[in-house]
């Protein structure tokens, strides 16, 4: 390589942050495997900070996992309030699906979540030894 255009190299390098440095390595690791589900990884730098990242690669890395949408996570969260209402403080279940309905949900998606979700509280143990 010659020396000017090495120059220029180094250069672009050194005005990069240490996310665009983290964006450039894990845009690096998907060329070099080729792996599709690599592609986007290079723009998890720009959510999680340096320390998370670190913690997020660590506890992920060689997994292949599936991303919930937003959206996922908004009904689960309507479904809980209505365990909540129903199941913890022993409020009727139609006064308080009509409660956590709103216009996102329909009262079907929200009951169904609140099933899944009674399920999950009855036969999985979530404390921390």
Known sequence: MNKKRKTRITEALQTLNKTDVYSL????????????????????????????????????????????????????????????????????????LEVVCGNEFT????TEAYKKITEVVANYDFSRN
Do not use: W
């Open 25 to 96: 390595l894990l845009f690096t690791i998907f060329k070099m495997h080729d792996i599709p589900e690599y592609a986007s990884l290079s723009e998890l730098c720009y959510v999680l900070d340096g320390n998370n990242m670190s913690k997020f690669l660590a506890y992920y890395g060689g997994m292949t996992i599936k991303i919930p949408t937003l959206r996922d996570m908004r009904l689960m969260t309507q479904a809980l309030l209505l365990f909540q209402y129903v199941n913890l403080e022993k409020g009727s279940f139609d006064e308080a």
């Open 107 to 110: 009262a079907t998606e929200i």
